[in-house]
């Protein structure tokens, strides 16, 4: 199948015309008034890009593709501003050429020429960024580097239940080669099928597991990254206490440093045992008190995720006063019946009620349930946020973490910054929120909102919203953003988040490991 | 109680004559011909300590001491080849003076003086080292400043399970302050009542949790740092992908970038439901793969620590073919019984017979089964150590992790490398082995070695095997320190184990935040 160039995932999957009217249906019920004209996107042959500045070295040329198609889909990642502004054709900054390195040693060759010449290097993955990771916003010469064909499982330990895997294997693919030994990664992001394991290392995605090992980081045994100055590679072991963890610079350092081209990860068996449940509620507050409980209570849910109403009615058609909270466990070594009975007690004790529990299988997910539809809604709701901005709809999300004690007044703050940036600029819309990740010291808060745009000023729209709300999180104890990394889109307020000590050390760590300065500019720091 | 000032602990907590006439008695069946002459410390007034070679500034001079044994006290740590060097009062590394700030200001201008008066400063928590964190080995002027002062727990977050704590404190004196709140870090490493939480942050110590939480590291949510640049300290959040994190920077660096004075620490409720058990296997490659099976069950039991054989018998003074496996599960929330019966079915199913299994309170251990004895004895190790080492006994340990696959192979490596350097350097010796923490990839083995030394040769005899040791450690995928940190003792090995790429990165960031090199010089990076 083949991939959007300006949205989500496959051509072949968005919306098809019955979808896409019982979406449309359902929000014109609520803006009556909206102007849900279509805007498609142009064929990127038309767009006139450029010709490319510079030329690679004979050596490297069958690598690098002008294909015009190839360079547009390659422009930027995939949040709502990146579709708005492809559906519109402003493509401001195209890479001059999209390098395929077939091995590590073309990779460095890619580095040593882009080092020469001065030219800005982007790392690429699955290209699924929704803050700007792979948009070079500069007025040079770019090389996309996509990693795609560094996609093979080259070794698997089975007694340590580790495996040496490439950066640039996506998702699918890499849980195919899994399959065999009987081992999973079990790292499920909502782009898990177009996105890579290096892209979700350099970014410290978040996945699957809701407590416990919620980032990528926990489950990275050690690194192998290719930067301008050299290859580094860290030992494999199980745990250390030599140094700071050497890893962890890396880990979240978005290309600026240098290409995760193998990991050793931490696998999974393939569970064998598997409850899930959801409760509801009359109030989020309770809702919220529960899920801290459970949280809290050592019990470590594979699954623990808090729904709020308008996230239940919208994304899983369950209309409550209070919330619905989605829990499951799983194993591959023992029952998990003690571990739920425990949780559902916990519920209970916060006033919740059982609305359905079910065992699963070890496969895919069976129909029915509440988590069930919350979940094929889940990877859906990319494709329907597409066919929404086509419609000049604003539909999009932030994400964030806070502590316990900060969270109601945070959460407050957060949703009235949203609300009244909606109100303001679109005249009305909806905030959803629901808990991706839960920590016995706080919440990973995921809101969504959804308001009517104009088509000519949508992008300017969701600009001020963003801002908006970016604030209140940083006013508020937040953090800037939880699993989708600082990119471009965040750095304004990840400069303030973090202290300027630590962008000292960041920066002069850049300067050793790029001192051209290529790596990713404008990511994280600029040394330019 | 008073400090020694050469030796583990509290001088009156030491080995009494009836104990160690016990201690040296059971040895002496081993070793009828060895010198059990008692070498006892010199007076720190004795060794006529040059005078210190700079002069605080006026407004500091009231927080700084030159006493002969405070400075003698803080000159080394409390590894065995410190408290030989201290019994020989052979202290070539005096510190000029013993700094203890009030406060975080006192802090401040305490690196002031020292950054423009180039004079090196060691950070000083409780002392414990063992790996020569505290003792600079350099030929100017070195202030020691001592964070006693700074001990208290600031603020509690009863709804978090959170506190901020000052990096000074002790673990006995923190406990006590969380207790009124329910609270607990559950932070026990064997150093307990001799080390503080600005120690453990720096050294990334390991501490109570077998499995988990293992290190300090997963426990901090920010830390504030002092240094010569200038205050970092990082936002309170339970989980960030915002960037590398921020606080991984600062663990493990050993006082090489500055030094922590406070943290916020993710505490737990203190346990009320608690289970023990203990097993004993006819092969140790048998308890090794029942442990392994434990660590990749999800159980994640807070105790998980395997005996061998030889560990066995002289420190739980249980005789078996195959070694001990110690068990234990605590909970605050619930009954822990679903997950010890599910253990100990992982354990029967390797071949492990139930030695005992028992109920124990939410508080201190009761007396009875093998996990009591073994414990008892653990806390005593350091005194018995120091008594062994007066008596001309070599008594020292070396700890590591690697991964599952490897660790047939590396353990057999290691302990033949600690054999053949035991018996060719001092003619023979016991080598002993336990796990201390697991993981599903790996687990964390700890070394005893044992042997008769000659009291002029002792230091060199012990460097000798410590150089062998590190060695195969090396060589056999290891890593030189998995929670006793590197210090000065590591240097060598610590430097071959991380990439030449982490080092520099490092050096860039010493450079940033520690101009003059004035912070604990010759650990980790070297820029003078």
Request: proline letters at 6%; one cysteine or more; charged letters at 20%.
């Amino acid at each position: 199948m083949a991939r959007s160039w300006w949205g989500w995932g496959n051509a072949e999957e968005a919306l098809n015309g019955e979808e896409a009217a019982a979406l449309v249906g359902r929000v014109q019920l609520l803006l009556p008034d909206h102007d849900f004209s279509v805007h498609r996107a142009p064929d990127p042959a038309a767009l006139n890009l450029p010709a490319p500045r510079v030329k690679p070295p004979s050596a490297l040329a069958a690598l690098c593709s002008d294909d015009p198609q190839d360079r547009a889909g390659h422009a930027h990642g995939k949040a709502f501003r990146d579709v708005v502004r492809n559906l519109r054709g402003e493509l401001r900054h195209v890479p001059d050429w999209i390098a395929r390195p077939r091995d590590e040693a073309d990779l460095v060759s890619l580095l040593d020429w882009c080092a020469e010449a001065g030219i800005a290097v982007v790392p690429y993955g699955g290209g699924s960024s929704v803050v700007g990771g792979v948009e070079a916003r500069i007025d040079g010469p770019v090389v996309t580097i996509d990693l795609a064909h560094l996609d093979q499982v080259k070794e698997v330990d089975p007694v340590s239940r580790a495996a040496r895997i490439q950066g640039g294997v996506y998702g699918p693919h890499l849980e195919e080669q899994l399959r065999p030994h009987g081992l999973t990664l079990r790292h499920y992001p909502q782009s898990f099928q177009f996105s890579t394991l290096g892209g979700w290392l350099a970014t410290r995605a978040g996945g699957h597991f809701a407590t416990l090992y919620t980032h990528i980081d926990d489950l990275t045994e050690s690194l192998r990254v290719v930067t301008p100055t050299g290859i580094s590679e860290s030992r494999r072991l199980p745990g250390s206490g030599a140094g700071p963890s050497h890893d962890r610079l890396f880990l979240g350092s978005e290309g600026s440093l240098g290409i995760i081209t193998e990991a050793w990860m931490r696998l999974q068996d393939r569970p064998t045992y598997r409850l899930t449940a959801s409760a509801e509620f009359d109030s989020f507050a309770q809702a919220v008190d529960a899920t801290r409980a459970i949280a809290q209570s050592g019990l470590h849910p594979a699954n623990c995720r808090l729904l709020d109403p308008a996230e239940a009615l919208m994304n899983a058609g369950i209309a409550t006063g209070g919330g619905v909270l989605i829990i499951g466990f799983e194993s591959a070594d023992h029952p998990v019946t003690a571990w739920m009975n425990r949780a559902l007690e916990l519920v209970a004790d916060h006033g919740g009620r059982i609305r359905d529990t079910k065992h699963r299988g070890a496969e895919a997910d069976t129909a029915g349930g509440a988590s069930d539809s919350w979940r094929s809604s889940f990877l859906r709701m990319p494709y329907q946020r597409d066919a929404l901005a086509q419609r000049s709809m604003i539909a999009e999300t932030f994400e964030t973490a806070c502590t316990w004690d900060r969270f109601p007044a945070f959460h407050a703050a957060v949703t009235s910054a949203a609300q009244r940036a909606l109100d303001e600029i679109c005249g009305t819309g909806v905030v959803t929120c629901r808990f991706t990740h839960v920590y016995p010291d706080g919440p990973a808060p995921y809101y969504g909102v959804y308001a009517p745009g104009r088509w000519d000023g949508l992008l300017a729209q969701w600009d001020e919203i963003k801002a908006a709300v970016s604030e209140a999180i940083l006013d508020n104890g937040g953090t800037i953003t939880h699993h989708h990394a600082v990119g471009r889109d965040h750095g304004p307020w990840y400069e303030r988040q973090r202290s300027d000590l630590f962008g000292r050390a960041l920066t002069a760590t850049k300067k050793a490991l790029d001192p051209a300065g290529i790596m990713n500019p404008g990511v994280l720091v600029d040394v330019r």
